[in-house]
T-cell receptor, first 111, second 117 residues
Framework: LAKTTQPISMDSYEGQEVNITCSHN???????ITWYQQFPSQGPRFIIQ???TKVTNEVASLFIPADRKSSTLSLPRVSLSDTAVYYC????????????FGGGTRVLVKP | DSGVTQTPKHLITATGQRVTLRCSPR?????VYWYQQSLDQGLQFLIQ???????AKGNILERFSAQQFPDLHSELNLSSLELGDSALYFC????????????????FGPGTRLTVL
């Protein structure tokens, strides 16, 4: 069962790049890494997912080293509206699969 | 709006009672997931169904059960409720089975806030 660890909180300023790292030392071969954003009293929202190397979409990039024991979500040029909790999720199509969310990182973007 | 609907939005009940939470996935999605989010526990995966079959189980208590019906909606049954069961319960859906193409992007509903007094 892949356990994930994330920093509890991070502060940043508008226009800066924010990088959040999630550790998942016991990640299994079939596990994917997915990141979600959650605002207060709302359901999480999908940001990005990857299996290895680098993935980029219109809102973020995801960096996964070769050993896949960690992953880094990169948010370029954050704005105040990016203030939220960010979760990494590790899981895959393995027997007895369990989807494991990290504890979440509370990102505060300041003006 | 994710397209996932959950009812009710709020539920207040007493210890020892039983409640049923309902989820309708996005049109076309075959997978349904249930999560519990409490202040001190973060997001905890409970159970996943894919096209009516149980696919994966998290740390779901024996007092809790779920099912996915032929029309793909799902219900989470919580019985013998305890104070510690007070939490936000989220349902999510995805097109495919988790770990497959189209299965990893989950769309979350707005949640049901359960308060056990």
């Amino acid at each position: 069962l892949a356990k994930t660890t994330q920093p509890i909180s991070m502060d940043s300023y508008e226009g800066q790049e924010v990088n959040i790292t999630c550790s998942h030392n016991n990640i299994a071969t079939n596990d994917y890494i997915t990141w979600y954003q959650q605002f207060p009293s709302q359901g999480p929202r999908f940001i990005i997912q990857g299996y290895k190397t680098k993935v980029t979409n219109e809102v973020a990039s995801l960096f996964i080293p070769a050993d896949r024991k960690s992953s880094t979500l990169s948010l370029p040029r954050v704005s105040l509206s990016d203030t939220a909790v960010y979760y990494c999720l590790v899981g895959g199509k393995a027997a007895g699969n369990k989807l494991t969310f990290g504890g979440g990182t509370r990102v505060l973007v300041k003006p | 709006d994710s397209g996932v609907t959950q009812t009710p939005k709020h539920l207040i009940t007493a210890t020892g009672q039983r409640v049923t939470l309902r989820c309708s996935p996005r049109s076309g999605d075959l997978s349904v997931y249930w999560y519990q989010q409490s202040l001190d526990q973060g997001l905890q995966f409970l159970i996943q169904y894919y096209n009516g079959e149980e696919r994966a189980k998290g740390n779901i208590l024996e007092r809790f059960s779920a099912q996915q019906f032929p029309d793909l909606h799902s219900e989470l049954n919580l019985s013998s409720l305890e104070l510690g069961d007070s939490a936000l319960y989220f349902c999510a859906s995805s097109v495919g089975d988790f770990g497959t193409s189209g299965g990893n992007e989950q769309f979350f509903g707005p949640g049901t806030r359960l308060t056990v007094l």
